[in-house]
């Protein structure tokens, strides 16, 4: 589980969510697949009534700085709106992507990160 805190009423820090390179897939063919994307938005929902509270919303996909490698975060800037209510929530980003094959193999034309771990937003 993955936790991010953020104040009532704040549009700071950053939502920020690295990719990790976990070794299971190919680090290389995922950045150059990301470059196509065709959109990249973030939702949240109340942990406990399931409500959405921010329904694709649109996110950015950053470089990350100071790296070898070409490396990115993906990144949602909060809107006031977004943090008028305290309490737990659920959030997730979607990548929709313009090609569905790179080198020939099918791919999943939507992910929904996080993959392996719940995004679990406190609004304090």
């Known amino acids: 589980m993955q936790e991010f805190y953020i104040n009532k ?5 950053l939502l920020k969510m ?4 976990d070794g299971r897939t190919d680090f290389n063919k995922f950045y150059q697949l990301i470059q196509t994307k065709k959109s990249l938005t973030f939702s ?3 942990a406990d009534t399931g409500i959405i509270k921010i329904a694709n ?8 700085e100071n790296t070898k490698n070409e490396e990115y975060l993906i990144c949602y800037q909060w ?4 943090t008028k209510t305290t309490g737990k929530f ?6 929709e992507f313009d090609e ?3 080198d020939g193999i ?9 993959i392996q771990e719940q995004l679990i937003i406190y609004i304090q």
């Open 9 to 13: 009423n704040s549009t700071l820090p």
């Open 90 to 95: 659920i959030g997730r980003f979607k990548i």
């Open 44 to 46: 949240m929902e109340d």
């Open 100 to 102: 569905t094959y790179i």
């Open 18 to 21: 690295e990719l990790l390179c």
């Open 106 to 114: 099918p791919l999943t034309p939507t992910l929904i990160l996080p």
């Open 57 to 64: 919303a649109t996110a950015e996909l950053v470089s990350k």
């Open 79 to 82: 809107k006031t709106r977004d």
